[in-house]
T-cell receptor, first 111, second 117 residues
Framework: DGGITQSPKYLFRKEGQNVTLSCEQN?????MYWYRQDPGQGLRLIYY???????QKGDIAEGYSVSREKKESFPLTVTSAQKNPTAFYLC??????????FGDGTRLSIL | AQTVTQSQPEMSVQEAETVTLSCTYD???????LFWYKQPPSRQMILVIR??????QNATENRFSVNFQKAAKSFSLKISDSQLGDAAMYFC??????????????FGTGTRLQVTL
């Protein structure tokens, strides 16, 4: 079945540590997105990519980095510069005419 | 910048009854797309319904329908014959374009729907 796989489901970060969240899709979608979800704030866009080797900042990109070396993969790195990383992170992908399709998410917590 | 407002943090409905969730938005665009997404306790985001602004007809998907009032910038979701499985967070979302790869969604803050027996 086609879909989006996010891993891990739960992730813990120590102070000063970078962590990487994985997002893989087999839907052959060109566009991929990363959102952050905090209680009471809905989803906010971190980064998005319309094509391989290209990506743009969203509304809250500070403290995050991404890469898009393959069409199927769009990993998100939460760097030590992100001072409040505890949140639920959702990855999505989109085809040319299809709406955005979401993965199951990763919950990141601070140790 | 576009904004999406959901003014009802929580709603409750009895099983088999009808409930309406509200959403308003702000945009200067004439063509755009609106969505309702459902997020059950599993946290996955599930598309419920999609509305294209240039279409006058309100979208429907089985028990789910919308009341799209373009002039008022209002986009409410009606759930008929509510079921226990409808209990979830519901998010209203907006985008200027839904074709191509440049689509970015702006979300509201969500409405938590409880379904009681």
């Amino acid at each position: 079945d086609g879909g989006i796989t996010q891993s891990p489901k739960y992730l813990f970060r120590k102070e000063g540590q970078n962590v990487t969240l994985s997002c893989e899709q087999n839907l052959n979608h060109d566009a991929m997105y990363w959102y952050r979800q905090d209680p009471g704030q809905g989803l906010r866009l971190i980064y998005y990519s319309q094509i391989v080797n290209d990506f743009q900042k969203g509304d809250i990109a500070e403290g995050y980095s991404v890469s898009r070396e393959k069409k199927e993969s769009f990993p998100l790195t939460v760097t030590s510069a992100q001072k409040n990383p505890t949140a639920f992170y959702l990855c999505a992908s989109k085809g040319f005419v299809q709406p955005q399709h979401f993965g199951d998410g990763t919950r990141l917590s601070i140790l | 910048a576009q904004t999406v407002t959901q003014s009802q943090p929580e709603m409750s409905v009895q099983e088999a009854e009808t409930v309406t969730l509200s959403c308003t938005y702000d945009t200067s665009e004439s063509d755009y797309y609106l969505f309702w997404y459902k997020q059950p306790p599993s946290r996955q985001m599930i598309l419920v319904i999609r509305q294209e602004a240039y279409k006058q007809q309100n979208a429907t998907e089985n028990r789910f329908s919308v009341n799209f009032q373009k002039a008022a910038k209002s986009f409410s979701l009606k759930i008929s014959d509510s079921q226990l499985g409808d209990a979830a967070m519901y998010f209203c979302a907006y985008t200027d374009t839904d074709t191509g790869t440049a689509s970015k969604l702006t979300f509201g803050t969500g409405t938590r729907l409880q379904v009681t027996l």
